[in-house]
């Protein structure tokens, strides 16, 4: 693995468009910073896991004094292969954290002045994968189910999407093609420790096949009584906002198949909503590119398959 960012070097990321200007002011900052964030100061050969090697190619590649494997800055990375600088990936990152509710491709094209709509696009579809925390902790202890409707550009809303919500706490968001038990249990033995106790509205599809042997409130509720007293009430919160967020900062351009990335984003955002400053959420999103595999290229383009969820390696629980 290539993950080896000290818990505290967000501490360190600017937290103003001006101490970013001054901190990472040339290439050789933000290198300096990435190399930090991805071998703790020490970069390793990719074949052989040696430090004893020398910077080759203007310090974009290390070569290998042992094996003489050489290995980029970006390889193995989100960033693999790009001919961008560092430093112009480094401002979209404080572009993206810096709004609270996230940035359009139109919007990150005008601001990085980028030639082509397609290249924002792209760019963003990298952000947006490194927001998936890989070793994310499931939801507990006390946890709502729901599921919504929502996309379907210029039509009623087709897309199912789950969401497991724990009270005014984390969220985790699913895009799937139905909610069949064997679904259901995919989705809570994912996303949810398994002593948990969840609450759902009823549907058939929360049972003891589906949630296992976490205690469930199956509660059964009148509109009225809806009103007075939600059950699933966190969840119907974030579905109200997920959706506004869709149409507001994306203006309901999200197409299906990418659905599933956009999820992701909105949840790294909605359970960070209480973190101040860009910083942590710049940084986090920084040790994202660092620790995650390169997107073949298909996934840039437009061959993304559907219900991307079930094809991420969905991690062990950990408690
Ligand atoms: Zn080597």
Known sequence: ???????????DFPKTA???????????????????????????????????????????????AEC??????TSGTLLEKTRK???????AVFEISARRNGISAMDLQRIMGFGSYKTAWSWLHKLRAAMVRPDREPLGPLVQIDEALVGGKGGPHKELVLV??????????????????????????????????????????YNS???????????????????????????????????RWLLGTHAGAVRDKHLQAYLDEFAFRHNRRKTNGVARIAARVIEG???????????LVEKTIPCRWFDVAQPEPSR
């Open 68 to 73: 003489g494997h050489q290995t980029s800055l």
């Open 1 to 11: 693995m290539t993950q080896h960012m000290p818990d505290d070097l967000w501490r």
């Open 164 to 205: 497991a919500a724990e009270a005014n706490g984390r969220v985790r968001l699913a895009h799937v093609e139905n909610n069949d038990d064997d679904t259901l249990k995919r989705y809570a033995d994912g996303q949810i420790a398994s002593d948990t106790h969840v609450v759902t509205d009823g549907h058939a599809g």
């Open 18 to 64: 001006q101490e970013f200007e001054a901190r990472f002011a040339t290439e050789e900052d933000c290198r300096a910073y990435w190399i930090e964030a991805r071998w703790g100061g020490k970069p390793a050969c990719a074949h052989c896991s040696s430090t004893r090697v020398w910077t080759i190619r203007e310090g974009t590649t290390f070569e290998c």
């Open 209 to 243: 096949k589906s949630l296992g042997k976490r205690p469930h409130d199956a509660v059964v509720q009148s509109k009225a009584e809806r009103r007075e007293n939600d059950a699933v009430q966190s969840c119907h919160w974030t579905i109200s906002l997920l959706k």
């Open 85 to 91: 600088p560092l430093k112009v990936w480094f401002r």
């Open 289 to 299: 590119l660092v620790a995650s595999q390169p997107l073949p290229g298909w996934v």
